[in-house]
């Protein structure tokens, strides 16, 4: 089965079975590494990427649902040698210790800046409150969101 | 000039075990200069302070210093990266040996220039003479210098006073990398991999009866393999989901013999008393005369999970009769050797490299899915085997930090101060790495023939003990003893988990000492400094007491605490001083912390800081919520709903800092917090009820028992 869907701006298909996750199409086809298995569940948010700029669990989201829809990873936010001011803005703040929750929580900050430019602290909890991070890093990722904001709002490009 | 600043002392063991310099350093024709380290990252940023404190001796730019970590063929072999010894010895280490070759490129380069070396100087890597260019560097010399020979740490290290980049918040080399694609072990995907997942046999000692694997088949739909020897079995696809739909599906279809049962008794600290146990009796003798003025009081912490973000996973493959492993293991030199042991291949013919994965904290089920990879490959040879556990296995296999219960016998003096101080221990050990522990790699109890069981042990003190780690006070104690019983067999697989038994001693401890001050009618923070002589000890609890306003602390039971809580890691690495406020309202609400921390030199300040954060985060994660559940197979809490975990929405503010102390030798930081966290937590609760809690977690259940006790 043919799945044909836009990957981070760019018309990509994925041979796979409708009922492959996501997450496998995205990694194991598309080689996008970026996005990261944590549980399978739902639970951690280690998966998260954009369709049609609404967060979503890649890990139990079908392949099939997304036919002819926009999906944004975090490879699609921006790149080490040209980061997105989110990224930049977690880079400054040394926002993460191992990383590994890293990529789901830009794409939900990314969704929240998105809808709202000028969130309070309470707003960012809010959006991040289904990641998990073990390490410990909620307090620099959430100065580290502010800071984003700041950046876009003080109109940087996106 | 160059006086030697630290105090000397002898050569760290990395060195003593590793001593030629080319185990530790090279220079590459690109113009960088290889630095390699046994000490791998774990999100801890120990290969940027690594290359900052090579670059540092060295004088070359931080951006020509590549940092080769956890590799057995071209690195150091410096067992595994525990304890918060990185610093101090893989880092001492690269800086005397950096030292050392420094001097080595100055003679040859005076030699070439026929100069004196004292008019040289290294600026960028090259070589000044008078200050003017001299078109040396150590790259044009590199080949003249010999580093073959072993490292003698007779060249004295730069002044402290001098550090430009050691001292400096450098951001983390690795981490641009985490935030915009592939940067882990899991996101290696060669085009001939081939995806493994296991079906775990569910204790030693269990066989495999039955596999229905054409029912497995059906289940996983797709190109399947299944790798069986004795009781280990593997699922092997070339399509991820395969294998996992196979793993899944299996143990429905698997019958096992000689299964365990356990009782829910044992999943609580309190089951460990009673149980068989090797006895131990460290410090003072016991008190001859019998106690004045005795108190008694126990405290216990649980069976606490690692629980990684990434569920373990490894890439193994065997060919020409080699086998190369890539693993995120804590230490590839013990990783190799362990392998060897259990495949039966000589050392010679494996290769280990480190990959990154997600923060482990301790030993978790990463070495593990080395040798689940390393199985398989070996049974299909020429391809590269990717092994990934699936979440469920990782929480439900992992080894998992002791349950542990702590009673203090303390006999006071006429004013109310410890005179005679007992810590009793009841605890699982603490360490099965295999090699340095007493454990083997998970499969290997699987095979056919399993290694035969060895009976536990614990680190010895010197290496700052396991269950006994932080047990005796930091306090003015005129006579200190530990009686540990090493409980021989837990229900559960325990080994290595952030900090060992500090936490769980010192939330004894400091919770003890404010139940001590209260007796007497004494502040918490000032009876502590009555008893409390060492100035860096005491430096640390008043500032932090300045910082959180200790002063005005209102008075106990309206729901709102101020607690302390107040260690030294291993009471001779960094000295950490908390101070939390909470609310509580049925639920413990943790709504700021303070710390003040005394860690030496440090490194990289910011860095340095993030561990300390993570640390107190970790603490109170730990002292409020977790709780491996067992149930009668194990354990039961196999995801994050059955074992949460502090979420973004529950995290305190922090206010942490180092105190200055770079005239002293850097001590290791990354978990000197856990300890005076729980401990503040506890003491803060106590506070804004007026009730101790002893057991931790410091659930809403717990509170509503003690409240109803009160």
């Given amino acids: ?158 | 000039m160059n006086a030697p600043v630290l105090p000397a002392s002898p050569l760290p063991a990395s060195l003593i075990e590793n001593p030629r310099l080319d185990r530790w350093i090279k220079f590459q024709p690109d113009r960088t200069v290889r630095i390699a380290t046994g000490k791998v990252e774990m999100g801890q940023g120990i290969v940027t302070a690594i290359g900052q404190i090579a670059a540092e001796e060295l004088d070359v730019p931080l951006d020509r210093v590549a940092v080769l970590s956890g590799d057995t063929t071209h690195g150091p072999d410096e067992l595994y990266t525990t304890s918060s010894l990185s610093v101090d010895v893989s880092g001492g280490s690269v800086r005397l040996v950096c030292a050392e070759v420094r001097a080595k490129a100055l003679d040859r380069a005076a030699l070439r220039l026929n100069c004196s070396r004292d008019e040289l100087t290294v600026v960028d890597g090259c070589f000044l003479q008078n200050g003017a260019a001299t078109g040396q560097d150590y790259w044009t010399v590199a080949a003249e210098i010999d580093l073959t020979q072993n490292v003698t740490g007779t060249t004295p290290p730069k002044p402290v006073a001098s550090y430009k980049v050691v001292g400096q918040s450098i951001p983390r080399v690795d981490l641009p990398a985490k935030m915009s694609g592939a940067a882990f072990v899991h996101d290696v995907l060669p085009a001939d991999v081939l995806h493994a997942r296991t079906l775990r046999q569910p204790n030693r000692g269990a066989t495999l009866v039955s596999l229905d694997e054409a029912a497995i088949r059906r289940a996983a739909k797709g190109e399947l393999q299944i790798v069986r020897e004795a009781n280990f079995v593997a699922f092997v696809s070339p399509v991820e989901s395969v294998a996992q739909a196979a793993a899944v599906a299996a143990p429905r279809h698997a019958t096992w013999n000689n299964v365990r049962h356990l009782v829910p008794e044992q999943q609580e600290a309190a089951w460990l008393k009673g149980q068989p146990s090797d006895d131990r009796h460290i410090g003072a003798p016991p008190p001859v005369s019998p106690p004045k003025n005795l108190v008694q009081a126990t405290f216990s912490r649980p069976y606490i999970a690692h629980a990684s973000m990434a569920p373990s996973c490894a890439l193994a493959e065997f060919r020409g009769g080699h086998l190369t492993v890539r693993s995120h293991g804590q230490g590839m030199h013990p990783l190799r050797q362990n392998l060897a042991g259990a495949l039966g291949l000589p050392i010679d013919a494996i290769t280990c490299q480190h990959l990154h994965g997600a923060g482990c904290y301790g030993h978790n089920g990463a070495d593990d899915a080395a040798l689940d990879a390393a199985l398989i490959a070996l049974r299909i040879p020429g391809k590269c085997i990717r092994l990934q556990w699936r979440r469920e296995e990782e929480f439900g296999f992992e080894p998992v930090g002791p349950a542990m219960l702590v009673t203090l016998h303390v006999d006071l003096d006429a004013k109310g101060r410890p005179a005679d101080w007992t810590t009793e221990i009841w605890s699982p050990t603490h360490v099965q790495r295999p090699g340095s522990g007493t454990g083997f790699l998970l499969a290997s109890e699987a095979m056919a023939t399993p290694p035969p069981e060895v009976a536990p042990f614990d680190p010895t003190e010197q290496r700052g003990g396991g269950g006994t780690r932080n047990a005796l006070p930091i306090y003015d104690v005129p006579a200190h003893r530990i009686v540990h019983h090493l409980v021989m067999r837990p229900p559960v697989r325990t080994s290595a988990l952030r900090g060992l038994g500090a936490l769980p001693n010192v939330y004894a401890i400091e919770s003890l000492i404010d139940d001590l001050a209260a007796r007497v009618g004494e502040d918490p923070v000032a009876y502590r400094l009555s008893i409390l002589s060492e100035a860096r000890a005491r430096r640390l609890v008043e500032l932090v007491a300045e910082r959180a306003g200790w002063t005005s602390r209102g008075a106990a039971g309206t729901g709102k605490g101020l607690g302390i809580g107040f260690a030294r890691y291993k009471n001779r690495a960094a000295y950490a001083a908390v101070i939390a406020a909470v609310t509580v309202q049925e639920t413990v609400k943790v709504d700021r912390i303070w710390c003040v921390a005394d860690a030496g030199l440090v490194v990289n300040p910011d860095g340095a800081r993030n561990q300390l954060e993570g640390g107190i985060v970790q603490a109170v994660s730990w002292t409020l919520k977790e709780q491996v559940r067992l149930d009668d197979q194990g354990i039961a809490s196999r995801d994050w709903e059955s074992y949460p975990i502090l979420r973004f929405s529950e995290i305190p503010d922090m206010q942490v800092e180092f105190v200055e102390a770079a005239g002293n030798p850097a001590l290791g930081v990354g978990e000197c917090t856990v300890g005076p966290t729980a401990a503040a937590i506890g003491n803060a609760v106590n506070h804004a009820l007026g009730v101790r809690i002893h057991d931790m977690p410091l659930t809403r259940e717990r509170i509503m028992a003690a409240l109803l006790k009160a």
């Fill in chain 1, 1 to 158: 089965m043919d799945v044909a869907f836009t990957v981070n701006g760019e018309a990509r298909r994925v041979d796979a079975a409708e009922t492959t996750s996501l997450l496998e199409a995205l990694r194991n086809h598309l080689g996008l590494m970026g996005t990261r298995y944590g549980c399978g569940l739902e639970q951690c948010g280690c998966c998260m990427v954009l369709v049609d700029d609404q967060p979503a669990y890649a890990c139990t989201r079908e392949l099939g649902t997304v036919a002819g829809r926009k999906v944004t990873t975090v490879e699609g936010l921006g790149t080490e040698a040209g980061p997105h001011p989110l990224q930049q803005a977690f880079l400054d703040e040394q926002a993460g210790q191992c990383g590994y929750c890293l990529s789901g929580i830009l794409i939900s900050a990314k969704a929240l800046l998105d809808r709202n430019p000028d969130p309070s602290r309470a707003d960012i909890v809010a959006a991040l409150d289904k990641h998990l991070c073990r390490c410990g890093a909620h307090q620099r990722i959430l100065r580290a969101v502010e800071r984003a904001a700041v950046t876009l709002r003080n109109g940087r490009p996106a």
